[in-house]
């Protein structure tokens, strides 16, 4: 069976490919209203242009007399895109200029310079693209399509500690899912034995843990304890005889900032691991992560490499399940798409519901 081959046994309003342009509107919509991560400060060198895509907007980033601006892609003009074109000086103002026909844009999005404008006339007002809000955090270039964000961006207290050591991991490729799913993955514990099994959990103990959940200001909490085999996440390996223990008791805290990104906290007798994720959604069903881990054991520089292999690892296990799920937007729970079971399902259930609060889970 080819992985467009339609599904016969599928509950009422399932729709397995592809979301209805309505879903699709909505998700959008729902979304707006937040901070994405959409790329890393360090690609976004002076004197450059950089396209990213958010919700399915085209946005042109550049840093104009030293600070990140955040453009719509396309010119007033003609609708060409700015990315292609370059940065000016105009009487010491930086401007993007659009590659077409020379429109010069300001960082707040109105044009300031038309060279085939006459003698004499002014530019129109209207001569003017979307800009939007932007700022920098966690090595990160943040923009929220909204006039007032919904949410501060969410906090990562390990970032600046010096006491933890931090390595991020870069993906080259976009995931074929939404933002959405991907957190969802994230926060689900019960899939350690299955996808991980003999790194986060073991299919001789798939028992779910005992799940507390509650609501933070922004933040959906989960904590629970658990059992896992010794790695770079739960033991300090550098250790002698660290590799020889059977189990590490460990106790999890885990942080949604609704509703894109995601904190795992890991204690153990080793110290505290911790798994950051933030997501971009560039499409309903394409979506750039941006990973980080803190660590404050085994805090030697040349073992960063350790830490980064075994993230990957991980992540490649992950990801072929993740891009499988249909559809690609969580559907509602009227729709009985999809099966959730308490208690192990608990913290999912929780998460969606307050989607759905946000109007971010829509009709498929």
């Known amino acids: 069976m080819t992985l467009n081959a339609p ?79 370059e940065i000016i000086d105009l009487d010491g103002k930086d401007l993007v200029m659009c590659p077409y026909h020379g429109w010069s844009y300001g960082g707040d999005g109105q044009c300031e310079r038309i060279p085939q404008l006459v003698a004499g006339r002014k530019i129109p007002p209207s001569a003017k693209v979307d800009s939007y809000r932007v700022t920098t955090r966690y090595g990160l270039i943040w923009v929220c399509l909204a006039e007032q964000p919904h949410f501060d961006i969410p906090d990562y ?59 933070e200001g922004q933040y959906l909490v989960l904590q629970y304890e658990a059992e896992q085999p010794p790695n770079i996440a739960t033991t300090d390996m550098s250790a002698d005889g ?19 990104v995601i904190r795992l906290v890991k204690d153990s007798v080793a110290g505290r691991y ?5 997501t971009c959604p560039n ?16 805090m030697q520089p040349d073992r960063d490499h350790a830490y980064e292999e075994f993230s990957a690892h991980v992540r490649s296990q992950d990801r072929p399940i993740l891009e499988s799920q249909r559809p690609w937007l969580i559907p509602p729970f009227w729709s009985q798409v999809e099966l959730p079971l308490g208690p192990a399902d608990k913290p999912l259930m929780e998460f969606q519901k307050w989607l759905e609060e946000l109007g971010i889970v829509t009709q498929i």
Not at 47 to 68: D, F, M, P, S
Not at 283 to 298: G, H, I, L, M
């Open 157 to 215: 207290p390990e970032w600046l500690d010096n006491s933890y050591r931090t390595v991020t991991m870069v993906e080259d490729e976009v995931t074929r899912t939404s933002s959405t799913r991907m957190i969802m993955g994230t926060l689900d514990d019960t899939h350690f034995p299955w996808v991980h099994e003999g790194i986060l959990g073991t299919r001789d103990d798939p028992s779910p843990p005992e799940h507390k959940v509650w609501r």
């Open 7 to 85: 599904i016969t046994d599928t509950p009422p309003a399932a729709e397995v490919e592809r979301p209805t342009a309505q879903a699709i509107s909505n998700f959008y919509e729902g979304m707006r209203p937040f901070w994405h991560p959409v790329l890393r400060e360090a690609d976004l060198s002076e004197r450059k242009i950089v396209r990213v895509e958010l919700l399915g907007v085209g946005i042109a980033l550049a840093r104009l007399n030293g600070e990140v601006r955040a453009l719509r892609d396309l010119c007033r003009h003609f609708q060409a895109q700015l990315s292609l074109g």
């Open 283 to 298: 499409a309903y069903n394409r979506t750039t992560n941006f990973w980080a881990f803190s660590r404050n054991y085994d």
């Open 274 to 278: 911790v798994v950051w994720l933030a």
């Open 242 to 260: 660290a590799a020889a223990q059977e189990k590490v008791k460990l106790v999890y805290t885990d942080y949604v900032g609704m509703p894109n």
